[in-house]
């Protein structure tokens, strides 16, 4: 009977252990909500640990879902990195649940000093757009880097700064390359109408004026009325602005509704606003999508 209690004893060890092990390794995994995100966290972690991204090339942040099985991803992290501000609806309560469950998480956006929306977009509401401005971006890398080494078991910490910090310098050559191809705009046509508000933070670090958006209320959820897109294209004719930017990932059908409305010839030019693209795409990676918008504000916005 002994030998059967210290053989039944052992047995419960190693099935511990093993659960253990089976933990470890799950916890090592880096879950990411947006693709946005995840293109700045698979370069700061690289193959230290696995990176999986929920959101899909071209979806939209404000309407995407998880499956059952991203859900129960989320449970076993070690770490949920996720944008935060209201801006993944449909993924907010699994995160929630994950951190109350004691799982790792980090809102970004609440780290990187966001701005409040215009009174008339939603007052005392946070914009959750911050990738519009590289500054904030290095705020979020150093972030990310931050919470992967906090969190991630067995993560090589100085790997992770290392690369790190040469994200970093890439971002820092983004923005002196976006100031110059901006100061090149013309003050008077620095004024920026959009599908949504997703370029306030743009809008602020770079100095142009937003003269409003189609979609009001920060979110693709959202549906214009006829007075809205009666106000806006009053606004658009007074200030004299040159075309609409709308994400090339959604119908521009509205934006081409307020051209018309305006009664002048304005352009509708597509941006890469919330998503990064698939393969071909010409928004691949952040600094891509970054530098496609920074040439087609630019070129937009010329007389």
Excluded at 61 to 75: K, T
Aim: with cysteine.
């Amino acid at each position: 009977m002994r030998a059967v209690a210290r053989v039944g004893i052992l047995l419960v060890a190693v099935l511990m252990l093993a659960g253990c092990l089976s933990s470890g390794a799950q916890r090592r995994e880096i879950i990411v909500t947006t693709n946005i995100l995840g293109d700045l966290t698979r370069v700061i972690v690289g193959d230290a640990a696995e990176v999986t991204v929920l959101m899909q090339p071209g979806a939209d942040p404000h309407f995407f879902a998880v499956s059952a099985r991203q859900a129960a991803q989320l449970e076993r992290a070690g770490l949920i990195v996720h944008n935060g501000l209201g801006l993944e609806e449909g993924v907010q309560r699994h995160v929630d649940a994950a951190a109350h469950a004691g799982g790792a998480t980090v809102a970004v956006g609440d780290r990187v000093d966001p701005l409040v929306y215009r009174p008339e977009v939603g007052a005392d509401r946070a914009d959750p757009h911050f990738w519009t401005d590289p500054r904030r971006v290095r705020r979020a890398v150093e972030v990310i880097r931050d919470e992967v080494v906090a969190h991630v078991a067995g993560i090589d910490a100085a790997a992770i700064h290392e690369r790190a910090e040469h994200y970093l310098g890439e971002l820092d050559r983004l923005d002196r390359w976006m100031t110059e191809r901006f100061d090149a705009i013309l003050a008077e046509r620095r004024k920026l109408v959009t599908n949504h508000h997703v370029f306030g933070y743009l809008a602020q670090r770079y100095d142009f004026q937003v003269i409003g958006a189609v979609i009001p209320g920060g979110t693709t959820l959202a549906s214009p009325s006829p007075a809205d897109l009666a106000g806006l294209a009053e606004a658009v004719r007074a200030a004299g602005v040159g075309a609409i930017f709308a994400d090339s990932a959604q119908p521009d059908r509205l934006a081409r509704v307020l051209a018309d409305h305006a009664g002048v010839h304005v352009r509708v030019v597509p941006l890469h606003s919330e998503s990064l693209t698939g393969p071909g795409g010409g928004a691949e990676t952040y600094l891509a999508m970054m530098r496609a918008n920074t040439e087609a504000i630019a070129r937009g916005l010329a007389p």
